[in-house]
């Protein structure tokens, strides 16, 4: 059974880069299907906010409105993919979660920008 699961810093300061990782157990990053290996993020009492994926050959797809500080990155060796975002600011205070297809979701990592 494939599992996906977020783990990232908790805290980070305003202007630094925020880098959560997304651990996939159970399965490959690279083969199985078509998979999409999503990043997205709630803040609280808002809407989920896709950020970005990234595709079985290694390409990356983002939010326009993200795109110019996001980069979305895997390590095959490490059966993992990552997500750095860079220069957050209070409103990048939110839970971000890795899903596949979004139809498995790991539990989510809550991220504080302080």
């Known amino acids: 059974q494939v599992q996906l699961q977020e783990s990232g810093p908790g805290l980070v300061k305003p202007s630094q880069t925020l880098s959560v990782t997304c651990a996939v157990s159970g399965g490959s990053v690279t083969a199985g299907g078509n998979y999409y290996y999503n990043w997205l993020r709630q803040p609280s009492g808002k809407e989920l906010e896709w950020i970005g994926y990234?595709?079985?050959?290694?390409?990356?797809a983002y939010n326009p409105s993200l795109e110019s500080r996001t980069v979305i990155s895997r390590d095959t060796s490490k059966n993992q993919y990552t997500l750095q975002l860079m220069s957050v600011t209070i409103e990048d205070t939110a839970v971000y979660y890795c899903?596949?297809?979004?139809?498995?979701w790991g539990q989510g990592a809550q991220v504080i920008e302080n």
């Open positions: 990234i595709d079985m050959s290694g390409n990356a």
């Open positions: 899903s596949r297809n979004f139809g498995l």
